[in-house]
């Protein structure tokens, strides 16, 4: 079992009604959908440290679950939860394995630029 990078939580709200537990999912590689587990699907093995994961579970997941069962139930939530779901959601935009990839391949450049302009402060100081 890998780490979920969209949440079991959030996936449950697609469950299929005939098949609990099991969402509708399309492959790239295949032609038709297929019902999958929601313990197998959007997750990857050694994806998060731990450390990680479990900060996501209370600090991001934790406060918002409730949010999300009460939309599901039709209720609008209060400001202090509307807060609880936008750092979900923007979390959820940025957890997702090619946001990843594409971080990884700025970082070399960011370094970089934050490293010459360190440089040119520590120059500045000593002129």
């Not at 099991?22 to 929601?38: G, K, L």
């Not at 900060?55 to 939860?81: F, H, I, Y």
């Not at 946001?99 to 934050?114: F, K």
């Amino acid at each position: 079992m890998g780490n979920h990078f969209v949440p079991q939580a959030y996936l449950r709200g697609f469950q299929d009604p005939a098949n609990p537990d099991f969402i509708w999912v399309q492959s790239r590689r295949e032609q038709d959908p297929r019902s999958a587990s929601i313990e197998d699907v959007a997750q990857s093995r050694n994806f998060y440290d731990p450390e990680i994961e479990k900060l996501l579970a209370s600090s991001v997941e934790g406060p918002a679950n409730p949010v999300l069962a009460k939309l599901r139930a039709g209720e609008l939530p209060t400001d202090q939860k509307r807060v609880a779901l936008a750092v979900y959601l923007a979390t959820m935009i940025k957890r997702v394995p090619k946001n990843r990839a594409r971080g990884r391949a700025m970082a070399p450049q960011v370094l970089e630029d934050v490293v010459s302009r360190f440089r040119g402060r520590c120059n500045n100081s000593l002129s």
